[in-house]
């Protein structure tokens, strides 16, 4: 990478001021002296080479130096962006492999979610039939006491229908005179015990 002391080195500078100086006063010289159209030619070809031949061994180390620089800041950024696509070529690799394997991957999941559905509704189903058969097994049980106290019922009734007709019956067959016979015995009875 260029720094700005790279740029502004000293030595730098010194060859750009005489680069600056010394050009215009090798063109006015040549003009002066009034010389032939050859050797002006010539004395420019000298001067230019003489402050290129300068210019370079000033700034030979200076550029060596800037060159190197540049260099090794270009490589190293080639290497970044060389290790920035063998990640991101890792990471399209990575990403077509799921790809790849995310249709298997749904299908699991629908399978598994199915065999669990399954299950869970197989659960179920066992469950409210075990809750329909206590249910049923009550009711069972309570129709069986509802029968129960139906039949209980039912000869009690009766019972009371026996014990009306009967009372009924004998009311219509005991007369008068049975009736003191009857009171008498019990008076007797009564009195036997006491």
């Known amino acids: 990478m260029m720094t700005t002391r790279t740029i502004w080195n ?22 002066e002296s009034g010389g032939t159209d050859a050797l002006h030619l010539i004395g420019k070809i000298f001067n230019v080479a003489v402050v290129v031949g300068v210019l370079v061994w000033v700034g030979r180390k200076p550029l060596a130096e800037f060159f190197k620089e540049r260099t090794q800041s270009i490589r190293e950024q080639l290497e970044e ?5 063998q990640e991101a070529e890792a990471k399209l690799a990575e990403m077509r492999d799921r790809m790849r394997n995310l249709d298997e991957e749904l299908k699991e999941i629908r399978s598994a ?3 669990e559905a399954d299950a869970e509704y197989q659960r179920l189903v066992a469950e409210a039939e ?3 058969e206590k249910v049923v097994a009550r ?33 219509e067959e005991i007369t008068d005179q049975d009736r003191e016979r009857i009171f008498g015995r019990f008076v007797r009875e009564l009195g036997g015990k006491g």
């Open 10 to 31: 000293p030595s730098v500078c010194l060859i750009a001021a005489a680069v600056i100086l010394l050009l215009p006063a090798t063109v006015l010289a040549a003009e």
């Open 81 to 85: 962006a060389q290790q920035a696509r």
């Open 113 to 115: 979610a199915e065999r």
């Open 130 to 132: 075990r809750d329909a």
């Open 139 to 171: 009711a069972r049980q309570e129709i069986d006491g509802m029968i129960r106290a139906a039949h209980i019922e039912l000869k009690s009734h009766a019972a009371e229908l026996s014990v009306r007709l009967a009372e009924e019956k004998i009311r």
